[in-house]
């Protein structure tokens, strides 16, 4: 029954680690630790098939939109190659698209979800006038990748307001797809606006991904 809870704290550990890595500017451990933490949490999700409050389906969809980001992470693995930064960014905006129209497929919209939407284009435009001197080649697929990042996490926030989500998994989606809006917005300031420690954008990262694996255990009311 908790199974999924096992490997939390080997979760916890390469976060840590991850961390300290990306603040080193260690980028050969950066490209280790980044994909084996995004497996870690794909096995979570894949042990929450024991859980009694699993649902099954959903539970293979965000395996799905999590292999998606797995192999972003290891496209990340040379993160100092423009190119191989395209392929890491393509993948990240399926894989989150991924995300998005998992949460809709499963709890559809809702009325508050006007209001929540017009917030996070006000957010989105605020970060594209905020990054857009520094994005150089990658205005595009930057404007491509901060429409789709906001959209999941709407459609993440939505699950509160229907009724098919628990209030924990929907509260552990909610959370988890915030954490990864930030961590791309530290990231965003380092890389295109000026370089920075990196005080949560790893933390956010893998730690979102935890979140939204352990919502599978949750599912169910």
């Known amino acids: 029954m908790y199974l999924h809870l096992i490997p939390v704290p080997i979760h916890l550990v390469l976060i840590a680690i991850y961390l300290v890595a990306r603040n080193r500017d260690d ?3 950066t490209a280790i630790i980044q994909p084996v933490a995004t497996f870690v949490a794909m096995l979570i999700a894949a042990l929450s098939f024991f859980s009694p409050q699993a649902d ?6 965000i395996l799905i939109g999590m292999g998606l980001c797995f192999l972003a992470d290891i496209f990340n693995i040379d993160m100092t190659n423009d190119k191989i930064l395209y392929a890491a960014i393509g993948a990240f905006v399926i ?3 991924e995300y998005a ?6 709890n559809g919209f809702q009325r508050q979800d006007l209001l929540v939407a017009v917030i996070f284009i006000l957010i989105y435009i605020f970060l594209m006038r905020l990054y857009w001197k520094g994005l150089g080649n990658f205005k595009v697929p930057i404007l491509i990748y901060g429409l789709v990042m906001p959209f999941m996490v709407t459609r993440a926030i939505s699950t509160l307001f229907g009724s098919t989500f628990s209030l924990l998994s929907a509260i552990l989606v909610t959370v988890g797809c915030t954490m990864l809006f930030l961590g791309d917005i530290e ?5 295109f606006r000026q370089p920075l420690k990196f005080f949560f954008g790893p933390i956010c990262y893998a730690g979102g991904q935890l979140l939204i694996a352990l919502s599978c255990a949750y599912f169910l009311l």
């Open 27 to 29: 980028l050969k451990k």
């Open 56 to 61: 099954t389906s959903y539970t293979i969809w």
């Open 95 to 97: 894989a989150y698209l």
């Open 101 to 106: 129209i998992t949460f809709t497929r499963f």
């Open 187 to 191: 990231y965003g300031m380092h890389r």
